[in-house]
């Protein structure tokens, strides 16, 4: 089982990124995907997730309207883009595999099944 994260860097405030994650060895459809992020000294925050089984996604309110999570079924991939991207944002990005129907209840605190080497992602002048 592999999800692999990838698209972080450097950006300045207001800019955007786009996250890419390729997960490998799994059925895919089987599960929600989900994207966290961790900075040393906080809490595990999820900002996005998204479920084949319901179409539902997950967006808490620090990055609805900002963040935009997608998917490629036949490529196995989940995107993240994000954009108005501000220093807050800054953290190190996971993508996450969950065994579960819906992104309804998501949060960084459901216990993923798989997750990978995240990304590094900082917002900087």
């Known amino acids: 089982v592999q999800l692999q994260a990838s698209g972080g860097g450097l950006v300045q405030p207001g800019g955007s990124l786009r996250l890419s994650c390729a997960a490998s060895?799994?059925?895919?459809?089987?599960?929600?995907i989900g994207w966290f992020r961790q900075v040393p000294g906080n809490e595990r925050e999820g900002v996005s997730c998204i479920s084949s089984n319901d179409g539902s996604t997950y967006y808490p309110d620090s990055v609805k309207g900002r963040f935009t999570i997608s998917e490629d079924n036949a490529k196995n991939t989940v995107y993240l883009q994000m954009n108005s991207l501000n220093p807050e944002d800054t953290g190190v990005y996971h993508c996450a595999a969950y065994s579960m129907y819906s992104c309804t209840y998501y949060s960084g605190s459901v216990i993923p099944d798989y997750w990978g080497l995240g990304t590094l992602v900082t917002v900087s002048s």
């Open positions: 060895g799994f059925t895919f459809d089987d599960y929600a």
